[in-house]
């Protein structure tokens, strides 16, 4: 029954699925890194990705194009996490509880806004979503090319933003300001830049890439917007985060292996069907979540002022 | 610039105006998603208002739906007093139902004065067991609490599902995933005659008591509150931390497994994997609508659940999405926060 498992890895139609599985973890990391590195943790996370993916699909059944509907859920990420921000940096106020209570305010309110459109719908209607788009030339590549050069356009868009984000946070001015105002936002600060400023920044930006997790999932994936859709992505990433040490490069293979883990354990779950019950294999990202954290707890780098509210002329 | 001048001394008044200061604002804020759904406001504010508390069925509606609410705010309050977060209540609740209906459902027989005490005591042990393990690998690793409980919420959800489908699955059940139902003589009786209010509710009460007289007027009470206003100093007088903390996690999960069984056992008589409508977040803002004070948990459910019950209402009637209970909640405990910034504080512009 087992036999053909090692097959598996050797295919390109499962890597192929691993990325693609791999992409919403991609922006969600991502977005979690940027918000971290920053000094702030972000648990609004999990409800950013509902109203990211909610917003996008509404755009689009709305009548807008894919690529509009993506902006409004990254304007819809963004502005969540605009008062996470606010709440959390010059207020001041706890990051894990604001965090749980921008989490809530988000799903309720994609949830809300839903059933104001679609009262009664009992099947959640369809879109058009983004298809997948080969890249001329490198999609001939054996093996990789199916792999990663026919996935949609959303899933180079993840790539294109680490890249990104690593050239910012490792290359420029800017992105050093960032990096220092999560392990001594007092030197930023003396340094007559403005912490607050900085960490608002961060946490805007790192929320509007998580949203587009989020809008993965309605226009990339599923083609609807179905309740508890998000199913604890969110939290799944924030783990990624501590996993991947706060790096981008890291950031970006935890959320690959992840992908890989998941698109085995589809194929595990589709040939011991009937024999272990399907739950067993849905706890398994979580499980294994949980087993990341523990394995990098000794070595775990966190940013030094995580959590740590700065107030001028305080120390 | 804005500058926080701590307050020397809070004024009792400010400590009772502040969270009901930040309900009215929330009350207020959710009017906005209500004009944007075309809902006429007042109107929908009178209902949820009668539906809550506008004759005595609502208020013992209310109270039915108060009753977890006060279990897990509970288990948030003393919890977040320690500065353990546990926020895997959604869990603890499920492991307790689990466990009630292990235990309730035919496995031992007995009369009630046996029977209740066992299935309570079930439940609190499973759900003191499931947080155990967050607790310790916060203490031992540093492995953040708030993640792993959150994480394990899914998890315990989908074996509850498992079980539900397998070895609890109830032949009788029509198909249904639905565990046995409980033995009559395990049931909490109900208080009220042809509604459904239960025992379930004396025992929050007595609960909220307890829990206050353990933190108010023993050295264990002390202790939780010195750990968690300053962990450093606590350890330099020679409180265990460690001790105190997994103490503090055993007491939360196991007030959170107490919500499980009494929703089971004292209002639906079986598990469903659709047993709790978000009780175990819920239970969260309950805490911090409470300042985290045990007494003062049992107003803020009782308050929480009507919005609940009045949202129901409300949207049978206008055809408005009962969501907006989750939003009003969502937007409480935002505006408890920026309160408690309010009350603790002096906010000058410079």
């Avoid at chain 2, 962990?231 to 903390?245: C, E, L, S, W």
């Amino acid at each position: 029954m087992l036999e053909g498992l090692f097959d598996i890895l050797l295919s390109s139609s499962f890597w192929a699925a691993a990325i693609r599985i791999a992409t919403p973890l991609m922006f969600g990391v991502l977005g979690a890194l940027i918000c971290e590195r920053a000094g702030v943790l972000n648990l609004g996370i999990e409800g950013i990705f509902t109203a990211g993916a909610m917003a996008g699909w509404l755009a689009v059944y709305l009548g807008a194009d894919l690529w509009t509907g993506l902006l409004a859920a990254a304007a819809t990420g963004a502005a969540f996490g605009l008062i996470h921000a606010l709440l959390t940096v010059p207020l001041g106020l706890s990051q894990h509880v604001t965090g749980i209570g921008v989490t809530l305010l988000a799903t309720s309110l994609a949830y809300f806004t839903y059933r104001v459109y679609l009262p009664n719908v009992a099947t959640p209607p369809r879109i058009t979503p983004f298809q997948p788009v080969a890249i001329p030339g490198l999609s001939d590549l054996p093996f990789l090319g199916p792999a990663l050069f026919q996935q949609t356009p959303l899933t180079y868009l993840a790539l294109a933003l680490f890249a990104l984000a690593a050239l910012v946070l490792y290359r420029t001015p800017l992105g050093l300001a960032i990096r220092a105002v999560g392990e001594n936002p007092a030197a930023v600060g003396a340094q007559g830049l403005s912490v607050h400023g900085l960490r608002i920044g961060a946490v805007v930006v790192g929320s509007a890439v998580m949203a587009l997790g989020g809008a993965f999932l309605t226009m990339a994936a599923f083609n609807a917007f179905f309740f508890e859709m998000t199913n604890g992505r969110g939290w799944i990433c924030i783990a990624l985060t501590v996993f991947a040490s706060w790096r981008p490069g890291k950031a970006l293979l935890g959320a690959l292996l992840f992908g890989a883990f998941d698109a085995f354990q589809l194929r595990l779950q589709h040939r011991l069907g009937g024999v272990v019950p399907g739950q067993v294999f849905l706890m398994l990202p979580y499980l294994l979540s949980i087993a990341a954290l523990i394995a990098v707890s000794r070595g775990a780098d966190y940013p030094k002022a995580l959590m740590v509210p700065y107030f001028k002329g305080q120390r | 610039m804005i500058r926080f001048e701590p307050r020397g001394h809070i004024p009792p008044i400010l400590r009772l105006f502040a969270p009901i200061a930040a309900m009215a604002a929330a009350l207020l804020l959710s009017a906005l998603p209500l004009a944007a759904a075309g809902a006429p406001i007042l109107r929908a504010f009178w209902l949820m208002a009668a539906g809550a508390a506008g004759s005595v069925f609502a208020i013992a509606e209310t109270l039915t739906r108060a009753t977890p609410l006060i279990f897990t705010g509970l288990a948030a309050a003393i919890a977040f007093r320690a500065r353990l977060f546990n926020i895997g209540l959604e869990g603890q609740l499920y492991a307790g139902a689990l466990a009630a209906v292990v235990v309730g459902s035919g496995l031992i027989d007995g009369p009630p004065a046996l029977l209740v005490p066992l299935i309570l005591a079930a439940a609190a042990l499973a759900g003191a067991l499931l947080m155990l393990g967050p607790a310790l690998l916060k203490m031992r690793l540093g492995v953040d609490e708030v993640v792993t409980t959150l994480l394990l919420n899914f998890v315990v959800l989908l074996f509850v599902q498992m079980m539900l489908e397998g070895a609890l699955k109830d032949p009788m059940g029509g198909g249904w995933p639905q565990s046995e139902p409980i033995l009559d003589a395990g049931m909490l009786p109900p208080l009220v005659e042809r509604m459904r209010l239960h025992a379930g509710f004396l025992l929050a009460l007595l609960s909220s008591l307890l829990t206050h007289v353990l933190m108010a007027q023993t050295v264990l009470g002390l202790k939780i509150r010195a750990v968690g206003e300053n962990p450093a100093a606590a350890r330099f007088a020679g409180i265990g931390v460690t001790r105190v903390t997994i103490v503090v996690a055993l007491i939360s999960g196991g007030l959170a497994g107490l919500a499980g069984a009494s929703e089971v056992a004292g209002l639906k008589g079986y598990l469903t994997a659709d047993l709790s409508r978000g009780f175990g977040y819920a239970g969260i803002v309950v805490a911090m609508v409470a300042g985290l004070q045990p007494l003062a948990v049992v107003p803020a459910a009782i308050f929480i659940a009507g919005v609940f019950v009045g949202a129901d209402t409300m949207s049978r009637t206008i055809g408005v999405s009962n969501y907006i209970a989750d939003l009003i909640v969502a937007l409480a405990l935002l505006c408890v926060l920026v309160g408690g910034l309010f009350m603790r504080f002096r906010i000058r512009w410079s």
